[in-house]
């Protein structure tokens, strides 16, 4: 009897140190990469699959006779071994700012963002309105004039310290916002898809009539007309460029009087990917950028994955820039001189495209230097993905990011790391969740702000102490069952034995309000096949 007391002594021993040991590892472990998520891929398409998913992008514009059939020699590609674990290796050294803007800020899929000259945020949205599958006929028409203009503002104005609405307009004017672009004299310029336009405003829309109008409305087309442009850049001395995106695939300067300088561009939509497509080259320009020092104008060539850099006196081709860990597309750069230059990046959810489907692909934010060409960072909300980013704006200093999401349909800050305040743990914002078919890069969500991630390893830390604990009460609480003190101290009383000794039932009985229960739905990831339905168009 007395030997098998000894020995269950020294297993509860053995089990005690176990566990005091696990206790300890607990807490000197490291805080885990929050950054990796689940992989996108696609289903293998043959060529004629292939074709008819470009046919619902062009929507008949851009993919016949139009299109020059190209055969080029493609220059080595540089393998990169495992995209995922390189992607990992990035620093994110831009902190997310869950708590911006104000939570009575309602918005639909944000489409662009810029800044006025009092440094406000300017967003476009399009509140109401979705980009779906029978949103335009095969000739580009939009289908949805009868629903009239959006009636509500399109444009708001956000205080950048807080995110409080400080001006808005532009209701009864818009179908179908895309671009949007404030110049050096706080003028507003603004593209509609719908329309088929480009809008000059004047500062803060003005009396809401446009100074200046480009393109036929409703009347798609090219030479004079316009096919679904999607960005305007404006330089110093007032000319201006536009990207006339969807249908076209060219860029176009005109003066300041609205007078057409000079054009260039071809479509490289012909039906087959191209790993290295050649300068000129674009399939959409979606987004538009100036890089004052060098005098350059850049492109976001979204469906190519890279950013095209020309002459902004004549057009020449000057550089571009890609990355496989960028992936094949991209949506929008935006230029700041920090740094020697950079440019801030945003991609998108891989589509079906002729791509190869063994791509890895995840969605960011990225900075990557014009010196050497080479990503310096990455970025998202609360160190993870976004879904469907679609335009990004960067202040001078290269302090604060601001990117415009279709869906969830909002506009996320991020500020450099060096700066950022901590932020509260409990900041949500809820907006309403849209359903669509397929969209311009749009899929139905709810729009939650989440706790960090440092907040949560922390709460997951409190929640691991705790089980420990019980687990060491309620062995110590058996042992003195068995008359078997802790490490053969067997005359020793603890503290929590004096008077009515240790109870487990008081401890469960305890109020159990000072743990809640984490959130396992907070999370800006979507289902895979949600967004892969999205992202055929934007």
Not at 39 to 55: F, I, W
Not at 414 to 423: E, G
């Amino acid at each position: 009897m007395h030997s098998s007391d000894s020995a269950k002594c020294l297993g509860s021993k053995s089990l005690a140190i176990c566990c005091l040991l696990l206790h300890i590892f607990l807490f000197l472990q490291p805080a885990v990469s929050q950054t990796q998520s689940s992989q996108r891929y696609l289903p293998n398409m043959d060529n004629n699959s292939n074709n008819e998913r470009l046919q619902q992008i062009l929507k008949g514009s851009g993919a016949g006779s139009g299109v020059t059939q190209l055969n080029w020699p493609q220059p080595p590609k540089a393998t990169i071994p495992d995209v995922k674990t390189e992607l990992a290796k990035l620093n994110n050294t831009f902190v997310y700012q869950n708590a911006w803007p104000a939570n009575n800020v309602k918005l639909g899929a944000v489409t662009a963002v810029s800044f006025d000259k009092a440094g406000n945020v300017v967003i476009f949205h399009r509140v109401d309105r979705i980009w779906g599958q029978t949103t335009f006929d095969n000739r580009n028409q939009y289908q949805e004039k009868y629903r009239g203009p959006i009636r509500e503002s399109t444009i708001l104005a956000l205080e950048p310290a807080t995110g409080k609405v400080q001006y808005d307009w532009g209701k009864n004017f818009f179908y179908m916002p895309h671009g949007l672009t404030v110049d050096p004299e706080d003028n507003v310029w603004l593209t509609d898809v719908a329309m088929h336009q480009v809008f000059k405003f004047p500062p803060r829309g003005g009396d809401g009539k446009p100074l200046l109008t480009l393109g036929e409305a409703f009347q798609p087309g090219s030479g004079l007309k316009f096919c679904k442009p999607t960005s305007v850049a404006v330089l110093d001395n007032g000319d201006f460029f536009v990207a006339d995106g969807y249908c076209n695939a060219r860029i176009l300067k005109y003066s300041r009087s609205g007078e057409r300088i000079l054009s260039w561009g071809q479509n490289t939509f012909s039906g087959i990917s191209y790993d290295v497509a050649p300068p000129n080259y674009f399939a959409i320009p979606h987004a538009l950028t100036l890089v004052p020092e060098l005098q350059l104008l850049c492109a976001a060539d979204r469906e190519n994955g890279r950013v095209q850099c020309f002459s902004s006196s004549n057009g020449t081709f000057h550089s571009q820039y890609h990355s496989q860990l960028i992936g094949d597309r991209l949506f929008s750069m935006a230029y700041t001189p920090a740094a020697g230059g950079q440019l801030v990046i945003v991609n998108g959810p891989t589509a079906e495209l002729g791509i190869h489907p063994e791509h890895y692909n995840e969605v960011h934010g990225f900075v990557l230097s014009m010196r050497s060409k080479q990503l310096v960072s990455k970025f998202g909300p609360n160190n993870l993905e976004f879904q469907n980013p679609h335009d990004v704006a960067v202040t001078i200093d290269g302090n604060e990011i601001y990117v415009a999401e279709l869906n969830p349909m909002r506009i996320h800050k991020f500020v450099h790391r060096s700066l950022a305040k901590p932020m509260s743990l409990s900041a949500t914002k809820d907006s309403s969740a849209v359903s669509q078919a397929v969209g311009e890069a749009e899929a139905p969500s709810e729009t939650v702000h989440h706790p960090s991630g440092k907040a949560i390893l922390v709460a997951s830390l409190m929640l691991l102490f705790a089980g420990s604990t019980f687990a060491l009460a309620l062995l110590f609480a058996r042992r003195r069952k068995r008359g078997c003190l802790p490490f053969g101290a067997r005359s020793r009383r603890h503290a929590w034995e004096k008077n009515e000794g240790f109870k487990l039932g008081g401890l469960l009985d305890r109020d159990r309000n000072g743990f809640e229960k984490l959130d396992q739905q907070a999370s800006d990831e979507e289902q895979e096949t949600k967004t892969l339905a999205s992202a055929q168009f934007a």
